[in-house]
């Protein structure tokens, strides 16, 4: 009568395919023992309830595993297209100011052509291909702490504020 309860019970929880192995190793625990020993009879479901604890445990950790490789990704993917997109906006005023430097260099004074020149060899340091680099927080503060500073000194308030975003979008970020 065992036999057949846990046979139901097996089939019924975890389907055919997934418990052949299972079955077979309680099968081969059920025949083991002496006929007629209560207690055996409880140690093999305890032997089965354990069992059925370390495929549960083996199987969630596996899945654990693969939604966790796939959701850093994701994350992974999000932030670095964000700092890129901040990196490439600082990139492109530099560019600009460069460019209006080249074509009358006395549009700037002298120490805001320096802290451009600063500007960009931050730019230029930072490390886009070491992403583990521990200072990469540090250098995008520098970076961002001198954009202010050249923008404040050439009296124009310019702000990084990210690509715009749908309202529906940035309701789902928080």
Known sequence: MLCCFS?????FCYGPGDITELILKFSIVSMEQAPGDASDIFDSIVLLD???????????????????????????????FQVGEELGF????????????????????????????????????????????EHVQEMMDAIRLKFKIISANMGVKLEYKGYPKSSKQGMEDM
């Open 7 to 11: 046979s139901f019970f097996f089939f």
């Open 50 to 80: 354990e069992t059925l604890c370390q495929e549960g445990f083996k199987d969630g950790y596996r899945d654990g595993l693969k939604t966790g490789q796939e959701e850093g990704r994701e994350v992974g993917l999000k932030m670095g």
């Open 90 to 133: 600082y990139q492109g005023c530099v560019d600009v100011w460069n460019s209006l430097i080249q074509v009358d260099p006395e549009s700037f004074s002298y120490r805001l052509q320096k802290g451009i020149q600063q500007l960009r060899d931050l730019l230029k340091k930072y490390p886009l291909l070491d992403p583990e680099n």
